[in-house]
């Protein structure tokens, strides 16, 4: 007779742990993946100081997901505590037709056949009856109106072959007067922009944000009044910007670079900085120095530089800063990075989901080169000289 098995005999005799506790498996409340999924937003806005925009696929599905929950005040209520830039505040209220076509992200209803909804068939429209402002038709121009433009359109195609000028992705923040623009494959000039609006209120309140008309001429001999706003969408979508011509871009930075006086406003500081990175591909690399750019106080700027893709996910000491008059900060700052170009540091950061970022405002470049290179720029010497990278010298070209 076989001895009978106990409890204790069953879990010894348990060969393929079939037995064997399992931890509990964690699963996350819906409010949690609400307030995970609102945090995406928020990490995107403290990357690109603002709100995602219908530019690309990511962007666009974080900006539907933040108009969703706009709309429901349990889910507003819920993530107040985690709003820390007040993204969720900003809910405006549809009251006509114009509020849904100015909310068009996508440009889907800034189309021709879309006007036909304010035309009036058999009816005499009223005297006052103003033409809707949302979106401009194109309009032929005159042999005589159109021939000192012709040749300007002539010229930069002959300078786009040249490689004088590039085509490069579209940014609202270069949008400016007397330059050249591709939309949907026609090349036209910002001849003009007329601000009427500085700012709009909303019922969460007034909002900055400038609007008013353009004034555009086409390279097929057409021009259009686009309302400022709605260029930009359209430009998104379907745009791209030529760049201006170097040496005139280089030029006009030099001619305004060092005229300060009581009338003169502060554009931006160009800073140059060290990582306190401990990451060992970082910090045994001699002469790194992040050369950049910011609009803020520089000392702000960095303040959660060990949160951010930019300074290497550390903390950074402030060597130097240069305030920037009479300039596009910008371009100082772009100029700089073209000169060192070829020292530029080339590493992959990661954030705390793994997903890799190559920043590209770091260079492996000795100090003293750095400070005499900004100097030349500012006295518009550093037309003559290049950076020899093997020798770690600057040469006269």
Not at 70 to 96: F, G, H, I, M, W
Not at 160 to 182: C, P, T, V
Not at 360 to 378: A, G, Q, S
């Amino acid at each position: 007779m076989s001895k009978k098995k106990t409890l204790q005999d069953i879990f010894d005799d348990d060969a393929f742990g079939i037995l064997k506790p399992t931890p509990n498996r964690i699963v996350k409340t819906e409010d949690e993946r609400l307030i995970e999924s609102f945090q995406e937003i928020t990490i995107f806005f403290e990357k690109n100081n603002r709100e995602p925009e219908a530019t690309n696929v990511t962007e666009f599905k974080l900006l539907s997901r933040l108009k969703a929950v706009r709309k429901e005040a349990k889910k507003v209520a819920l993530l107040k505590p985690y709003d820390s830039y007040n993204l969720l505040n900003t809910k405006e209220e549809v009251k006509s037709v114009a509020d849904i076509l100015n909310d068009d992200d996508l440009g889907i209803l800034d189309t021709s056949e879309t006007l036909s909804i304010f035309k009036l068939q058999h009816v005499q429209p009223a005297s006052e009856r103003a033409e809707t402002d949302f979106t401009a038709r194109r309009k032929a121009m005159k042999d005589k109106d159109f021939a000192p433009y012709e040749a300007q359109f002539k010229k930069v195609h002959k300078e786009l072959r040249e490689g004088k000028r590039k085509m490069i992705g579209f940014n609202e923040n270069q949008l400016k007067e007397k330059s050249f623009y591709i939309l949907d494959g026609v090349v036209f000039l910002l001849e003009s922009i007329d601000f009427t609006k500085k700012s709009e209120v909303f019922p969460s309140g007034e909002r900055k944000q400038k609007n008013g008309r353009t004034n555009c001429i086409f390279e097929n001999q057409t021009f259009s009044n686009h309302k400022f706003r709605s260029l930009i969408r359209a430009m998104y979508e379907n745009g791209r910007m030529i760049t201006d011509l170097d040496n005139q871009s280089e030029e006009a930075l030099f001619k305004n670079a060092n005229i300060v006086n009581e009338e003169d406003t502060q554009t931006g500081w160009i800073y140059v900085l060290r990582s306190k990175s401990t990451n060992p591909k970082i910090a045994v690399i001699n002469n790194l120095y992040k050369i950049g750019f910011s609009s803020v106080d520089v000392d702000e700027r960095i303040k959660n530089a060990s949160k951010e893709a930019t300074y290497l996910y550390a903390d950074v000491h402030l060597l130097d800063k240069y305030a920037c008059y009479n300039m596009n900060a910008q371009k100082f700052e772009h100029l700089i990075h073209r000169f060192f170009a070829d020292v530029c540091l080339n590493v992959d950061v990661f954030d705390d989901r793994e997903k890799r970022i190559t920043p590209r405002e770091w260079f492996v470049v000795p100090r003293p080169i750095i400070d005499k290179v900004v100097m030349l720029i500012l006295s518009g010497d550093i037309l003559k000289y290049k950076y020899d990278s093997v020798n770690m010298t600057l040469i006269e070209k």
